[in-house]
C-alpha cells in the first residue's frame, strides 16, 4: 500500500468521525493543547531572553567583556599585557584602570564609593555631554543616579573625595584635609541588579594617581562583539606570562545573577512543557478509543491485504498530523504575539527603564519547543498504533 493511501485513511479517521463527536472532541482538544503549548514555550523563553539580554546590555555598559587582575593590588606585567592584548583580532579597547574606594563630602554628608580611575569611560555608558575628561584641566567626576540622590548633587555641583589613605593621614594627625575638589561631569544610571548606580564612580587617571599613587588594579578589555570574548580570553591564558593573573570574561563577573536567570527560565520552559505532556495524553487516549472503535475497520483492512505494519503507520501518521499541526499553528501564533511585543509593545511596564516588556527570539529555543512537541506527540501514538497493529482479524469481524 502506497504513503498516499495511509495518508488518506488517516485524514479520514481525523475528518469523519461524525457519530463519534467525543472522540472528535477529545482530537481537537489535542491539537489546542499542543497549540497552546508551543505558543507558550515560544512566548515565556522570549520574554526571559528579552530580560537576561536587557540586564546583560546594561551590566556591560559598565563591565568590560573581560577583566584581568591580580589577587593582591598592583597588577604585574600590566604594560605588557596590554601590549599583548592590543595585538589580539576582535579586541576593540584595552583599558588600564585604578579602582580604589572613596568617601565622598558635601556639606555634612559622608558617603563611601569605589572610583574606578581609567582613560576613558566604559564603551556603552551613555552620559549627556559627554567629555573625554582626560583633556580636562579640572578634575571630573561621573557618579551613579541613586549615589547623587544620597548626596543630594546633580551635575556640576563640586564635591568632595578622600581615598582611605587620606583618612587613616588625617586620624593620625599628620594634616588636615576636607579632601580634593572634585566637579560632577556627569550622572549615569545604570540598572541590572547589581547596585553600580549606588556606589560606583568613574574619573580620569591622574584623579586615580592623586588618590591612590601610580598602579595598575585591573585591565580592561572591551571586544567587538561578544561572542569573541572566548576566544580573547583563551588567547591570554594561553600565554604563560599571564598564568598567574585573574582573568574573569563577563559571564563570570556575575556568575550567580546569570545562573540565576538561567535557572528560572529552564524552570519556567520545563513547567509550560506540561500543557504539552496533557496535550500529547489526549492524542493517546484519542487514538486509543479510535482504535477500540474503529476494530470492525482494522480487520476489513488487514482481510483486504493490508499487513500489520501499515496498520501501525495509519495511526502514527494520524497522531503525527495532530502533532505537525498544533506545533505549526503554535509556533505561528507564538512568533507573532512576540514579534507584535517587539514592534508595537502591546504589554507596557509603568515605572521601569524600559517602556514595554522586552522580548528576543532565539532560534534555539524555536527548534527545542518544536522538537519536544514532536517528539511527545510521537510518543503518544506508540502505544495505539501498536494495539492497532495486533488486531485480530476474526475477532474483529466476528459479528459482521
Not at 549615589?147 to 594627625?173: E, P, R, Y
Not at 514592534?343 to 515605572?351: C, D, F, T
Request: hydrophobic share 45%; aromatic share 8%; with cysteine.
Amino acid at each position: 500500500m502506497s504513503f498516499h493511501l495511509i495518508q488518506f485513511i488517516a485524514l479520514r479517521y481525523i475528518f469523519s468521525l461524525k457519530k463519534l463527536s467525543f472522540i472528535s472532541f477529545i482530537t481537537f482538544l489535542s491539537y489546542l493543547g499542543i497549540t497552546t503549548g508551543i505558543a507558550a514555550l515560544i512566548c515565556v523563553s522570549s520574554i526571559f531572553n528579552g530580560f537576561r539580554d536587557l540586564v546583560q546590555d546594561m551590566l556591560l555598559s559598565i563591565d568590560p567583556h573581560i577583566r584581568i587582575s591580580q589577587s593582591h593590588g598592583n597588577l604585574k606585567l600590566s604594560d605588557t599585557l596590554i601590549h599583548f592584548t592590543k595585538k589580539v583580532d576582535n579586541v576593540l579597547k584595552v583599558i588600564s584602570c585604578n579602582t580604589g574606594k572613596i568617601i565622598i563630602h558635601k556639606n555634612s554628608i559622608l558617603q563611601p564609593a569605589v572610583l574606578s580611575s581609567q582613560s576613558e569611560l566604559p564603551t556603552k555608558l551613555s552620559i549627556e555631554n559627554f567629555v573625554l575628561f582626560t583633556n580636562s584641566t579640572k578634575n571630573n567626576i561621573f557618579i551613579g543616579s541613586a549615589l547623587a540622590d544620597k548626596l543630594q548633587v546633580m551635575k556640576g555641583d563640586t564635591i568632595h573625595i578622600s581615598s582611605l589613605a587620606m583618612i587613616d593621614a588625617v586620624s593620625s594627625g599628620l594634616f588636615q584635609s576636607t579632601g580634593i575638589p572634585v566637579i560632577i561631569a556627569g550622572v549615569f544610571q545604570v540598572s541590572g541588579g547589581m547596585d553600580y548606580d549606588k556606589y560606583l564612580c568613574f574619573s580620569s587617571e591622574s584623579l586615580g594617581a592623586t588618590l591612590f599613587g601610580s598602579r595598575t588594579t585591573n585591565i580592561d578589555i572591551i571586544a567587538s562583539e561578544t561572542k569573541f570574548t572566548e576566544k580573547i580570553k583563551s588567547l591570554i591564558i594561553q600565554n604563560p606570562l599571564f598564568s598567574s593573573l585573574i582573568i574573569k570574561d563577563w559571564n563570570e563577573l556575575h556568575k550567580e545573577l546569570y545562573a540565576t536567570m538561567e535557572y528560572e527560565r529552564t524552570a519556567s520552559f520545563i513547567v509550560i512543557s506540561l500543557v504539552a505532556c496533557v496535550a500529547a495524553f489526549n492524542i493517546l487516549v484519542s487514538l486509543w478509543m479510535t482504535v477500540h472503535t474503529k476494530r470492525k475497520d482494522i480487520g476489513m483492512l488487514l482481510s483486504m491485504g493490508l499487513t500489520t505494519n501499515q496498520i501501525k503507520h495509519i495511526f502514527l501518521f494520524k497522531g503525527m498530523i495532530i502533532g505537525i499541526a498544533g506545533t505549526v499553528s503554535g509556533t505561528v501564533i507564538g512568533l507573532l504575539l512576540c514579534k507584535g511585543q517587539q514592534l508595537y509593545g502591546w504589554i507596557p511596564i509603568a515605572n521601569s527603564i524600559v517602556k514595554s516588556l522586552p522580548v528576543s527570539i532565539h532560534s534555539i529555543d524555536i527548534i527545542t519547543s518544536c522538537l519536544l512537541t514532536l517528539g511527545l506527540a510521537f510518543i503518544a501514538t506508540i502505544y495505539p498504533s501498536s494495539i492497532a497493529a495486533k488486531t485480530s482479524i476474526t475477532e474483529s469481524l466476528r459479528y459482521e
